[in-house]
């Protein structure tokens, strides 16, 4: 039989942040995958020199450099940010200019009294709007509606551009303020330094959007501390958070913290460079080895099956001078552990190298099929902060299938995905700042042959309206988007703190495609989708799992009513509405044995040969009923534990409450 299916995970959060997969398919221009120049960033990394007002691109293969353009003043961090223009923090401004250098370097923002700068790290927030630092906090430059049109920083392409808001402020200001970093869940990591003790602290993110963290209830917390005062700061991509200070570079495993540790009592951290005559500056990451193209994916030599990054590392020495770029790497080519540092390039003789923000990065792997490990059809592809699943009953057996992530720019995606019907919007990962990361690939580009469709699943931390799975086809470019996929907001990822989510789906993916997260459009009610009212007594919505407990084995019936305008929607729109329920048990209860598993999708039949969820059936005055039986087919209880009910539609939002089961046997599914 042959199994439809995919999965994503997403992070969980208030209202509207939600996990989804989608597939897509568009070749990727080849000029991406070129050298770095004036006329192609991607295998860029931008190097800014202090108080010499240079910029600088470095060829991240041969170290080869060019001058993009020069600027007055002291330049601090820089940053691409998902609009293809750099973004450099000085002593005085934050300031923006396009990749080549071309064209008016433009001031986003000058010190005032009350704003002094100096202006340090910068970094991007998923919607696209910058994050900068400063002894007395950090800002954001561009939240939604600060230039009267509701645009993000990215969005805007004149000014007048948002005053800053301060983002998080510390108990006492910071004698100077280093580099930023974005956790893969969002959240927003912040250099402080002052004498004689140096820290990294926290800012939650609440959908993806770091907040919360200023006045006498702030949510900031120390995440670590240092001796020497901290400049760059980065995370990779198992979430291990990166930190230049003093003359090394070090590597602190914060996925169990505050405070960083991997076990109690909190051990070293581990140092990954130390430089005899030179001071790291800023840093920042790139995957290593790098992505390759698609007409390569069957290659006989795949890049490593791993996580690993190049860190990029901007010094200086003793005399602020002889500015240079380096790379550590944790891993040779052949993907044996291997700690190196190596120079990459010298930029000035004359000035210190300072900043260090890398373009548009990608990461290939390559899986099994079927998977040695099971012999299942199945494999999972791990790139750090979000993986994609692929599986497929009818390929064949020793292919080898080549996926690249590819972070990308959200312009050229959108103007595809807008010719959907209803149009759609690609959406970001929370820790890519607000570059959208499309998984490309095929099974023909591997060389592999199947005879029906393949199911995608896709983890990791997102904003979300209504997340939905979509293909772009490689030859033709046009945009499909799936069937109802099934969602499960409580699903952990591996490695990433936070609260993922996983959605999975059916996708067609026998052609060559890429495939990306994206929003569906609502076509009810103005394009604005009907309102979820709640689900209906006897469950509490919302509420606890505590306050929705539910005996094992038995069924019981999930209500839910759709309005519009304060009314219940009519009968001809109810009989029009799509819908799909998902089940999952999140944690298994002490009583339920060995054989429950956490993380369990339910309501799946194994042998079905559709990948579409359950629906709701439609009963009339605007509501929907759906009979919850807590049995498996066969009629095995389902464990004691804590489990979500989702309802998803194409017309509303996703909706989640959990629940708790209680009196099954040991011997339960």
């Not at 007002?53 to 993009?68: E, Y």
């Not at 392409?157 to 004698?175: D, K, Q, R, Y």
């Not at 198992?238 to 991997?262: E, H």
């Not at 499909?480 to 059916?506: C, E, H, M, R």
Request: charged share 10%.
């Amino acid at each position: 039989m042959t199994i439809k299916w995919g999965k994503m995970m997403l992070r969980k959060s208030v209202c509207c942040q939600f996990g989804l997969l989608l597939v897509i398919a568009l070749a990727f221009p080849y000029q991406l995958f070129g050298q770095c120049s004036k006329t192609n960033a991607f295998n860029c990394a931008y190097v800014t020199d202090g108080s010499g007002g240079d910029i600088f691109a470095v060829n991240r293969t041969s170290g080869a450099v060019t001058k993009i353009t020069s600027v007055k003043g002291t330049l601090n961090d820089i940053r691409v940010a998902s609009d293809n223009r750099l973004y450099v923090t000085s002593n005085t401004s934050v300031l923006r200019l396009n990749e080549d250098g071309s064209g008016k370097v433009t001031q986003i923002f000058g010190a005032t009294k009350s704003i002094p700068g100096p202006f340090t790290g910068i970094r991007f927030s998923p919607l696209g709007d910058a994050y900068v630092n400063t002894p007395a906090g950090v800002y954001r430059i561009g939240p939604v509606g600060p230039d009267g049109q509701g645009n993000h920083l990215i969005q805007i392409n004149t000014g007048p551009f948002p005053a800053p808001v301060l983002v998080s402020n510390m108990t006492t200001s910071c004698s100077s303020a280093g580099g930023l970093a974005v956790w893969p869940t969002g959240d927003l990591l912040i250099a402080c330094n002052n004498s004689p003790v140096s820290e990294v602290l926290r800012c939650p993110a609440i959908n993806g959007v770091a907040s919360g963290c200023t006045g006498p209830k702030s949510a900031i917390q120390q995440l670590l501390t240092t001796d020497s005062p901290i400049t760059g700061l980065a995370v990779d991509a198992v979430a291990n958070v990166l930190v230049a200070s003093g003359n090394t570079v070090m590597q602190f495993d914060c996925t169990a913290g505050p405070p960083c540790r991997s076990s109690t009592p909190p051990i070293s951290p581990i140092t990954l460079a130390t430089f005899d005559t030179d001071f790291p500056a800023y840093i920042d990451t790139a995957p290593f080895p790098p992505g390759f193209p698609p007409s390569q994916a069957g290659s006989s030599a795949p890049p490593c099956d791993s996580a690993a990054v190049t860190v990029f590392v901007s010094t200086g020495d003793g005399s602020s001078k002889n500015g240079k770029v380096w790379t550590i790497n944790t891993v040779d080519q052949s993907c044996a552990s291997n700690l190196s540092l190596n120079t990459l390039a010298l930029v000035s003789s004359t000035r210190p190298a300072v900043g260090m923000g890398v373009a548009s990065a990608s990461r290939t792997l390559t899986k099994h099929f079927p998977n040695p490990l099971n012999n299942v059809p199945s494999e999972i592809f791990g790139y750090g902060p979000f993986e994609i699943q692929i599986t497929n009953t009818t390929v064949n057996s020793g292919c080898n299938l080549s996926l690249t992530a590819q972070r990308e720019p959200a312009a050229v995606l959108d103007a595809i995905l807008a010719k959907t019907s209803p149009p759609s919007r690609a959406i970001p990962f929370n820790g890519e700042q607000s570059w959208r990361t499309t998984f490309h690939g095929g099974f023909p580009a591997s060389n592999c042959t199947t005879s029906d469709d393949s199911h995608i699943g896709i983890t990791g931390a997102l904003q979300f309206v209504n997340p939905w799975i979509a293909l772009i086809d490689d030859t033709t470019g046009t945009a499909t988007l799936d069937p109802i996929p099934s969602v499960y907001p409580g699903f952990s990822l591996l490695g990433v703190p936070g609260d993922p989510i996983k959605i999975q789906n059916a996708g067609l993916f026998t052609a060559n495609a890429r495939i990306v997260l994206v929003d569906r459009g609502f076509t009810v009610n103005s394009e604005q989708g009907f309102q979820f009212v709640g689900f209906e007594p006897p469950l509490v919505d919302p509420g606890l799992p505590s306050d929705n407990i539910e005996n094992s084995g038995k069924s019981f019936v999930l209500k839910f009513q759709l309005q519009v305008n304060g009314a219940p929607i009519s009968d001809a729109q109810g009989f029009a509405v799509t819908t799909g329920v998902s089940v999952a048990r999140l944690t298994c209860d002490g009583s339920a044995g060995s054989a429950c598993h956490n993380f369990q999708q339910m309501l799946i039949n194994p042998e079905g040969n559709s990948a579409s969820p359950p629906s709701f059936n439609y009963v009339g005055g605007g509501e929907f009923h759906f009979n919850l039986d807590t049995n498996q087919s066969d009629g095995t209880e389902w464990c004691n534990g804590i489990y979500e009910v989702t309802a998803n539609s194409d017309s509303f939002s996703p909706h989640t409450l959990q629940f708790e089961l209680v009196g099954a046997s040991t011997q339960c599914f």
